[in-house]
């Protein structure tokens, strides 16, 4: 079965600078989507960046990046210059036909 | 507004009294399903469905029932909920089941069985 691991409970970081939350993943399968969400304090999911197994170019939306190495199986997610507003917990996700989150990682900005 | 509603969004119930959960969606949305949070496992699939009448168990299905009678509506029944059901629900659409589809997600559902 699949599994998303995320290693890193809690992470850190000062306002302006950039971080990198962990995500890795075990599938057997070569179709597959994966996602990284955040959930602020009011606890709404929402969709930060998603990338398509097959494509070799990692995504990138404005503050934030994805490091997709798909032969190690990760898919870890840079945020730079950070802001207060990303404080939050990030879950990693995959998607094949069922969906598949990580524990998530809380992260805190510190201004 | 396109949305995907909960109701309720807060219960608290005892153990063995039958309660269902609603969901449903405006967005015409062919694929929806249902999430368990806890604390240190993350978001955990319930159950899924992929159109009307189509339903499929995700990896904790026991103690939960679904039912798919109309696209919009995907409701989450507990027909004799215990302690161990306590938990935060989401429930989310997306388009159709393909992959790449961004699930959208109601604003959760925090339950907790006495």
């Known amino acids: 079965a699949q599994t998303v691991t995320q290693s890193q409970p809690e992470m850190s970081v000062q306002e302006a600078e950039t971080v990198t939350l962990s995500c890795t993943y075990d599938t057997s399968e070569s179709d597959y989507y994966l996602f990284w969400y955040k959930q602020p304090p009011s606890r709404q999911m929402i969709l930060v960046i998603r990338?398509?197994?097959?494509?070799?170019q990692n995504a990138t939306e404005n503050r934030f990046s994805v490091n997709f190495q798909k032969a190690a199986k990760s898919f870890s997610l840079k945020i730079s210059d950070s802001q207060l507003g990303d404080a939050a917990m990030y879950f990693c996700?995959?998607?094949?036909?069922?969906?598949?989150f990580g524990a998530g990682t809380r992260l805190t900005v510190k201004p | 507004e396109a949305q995907v509603t909960q109701n309720p969004r807060y219960l608290i119930t005892v153990t063995g009294k039958k309660l269902t959960v609603t969901c449903s969606q405006n967005?015409?949305?062919?694929?929806m399903s249902w999430y368990r949070q806890d604390p240190g496992l993350g978001l955990r699939q319930i159950y899924y469905s992929m159109n009307v009448e189509v339903t499929d168990k995700g990896d904790v299905p026991e103690g939960y029932k679904v039912s798919r009678k109309e696209k919009r509506n995907f409701p989450l029944i507990l027909e004799s909920p215990s302690p161990n059901q306590t938990s935060l629900y989401f429930c989310?659409?997306?388009?159709?089941?393909?992959?790449?589809?961004?699930?959208?997600f109601g604003p959760g559902t925090r339950l907790t069985v006495l």
């Open positions: 967005m015409n949305h062919e694929y």
């Open positions: 990338q398509e197994a097959y494509k070799q």
């Open positions: 989310a659409s997306s388009l159709t089941a393909r992959g790449y589809n961004e699930q959208f």
């Open positions: 996700a995959y998607r094949s036909g069922r969906v598949r």
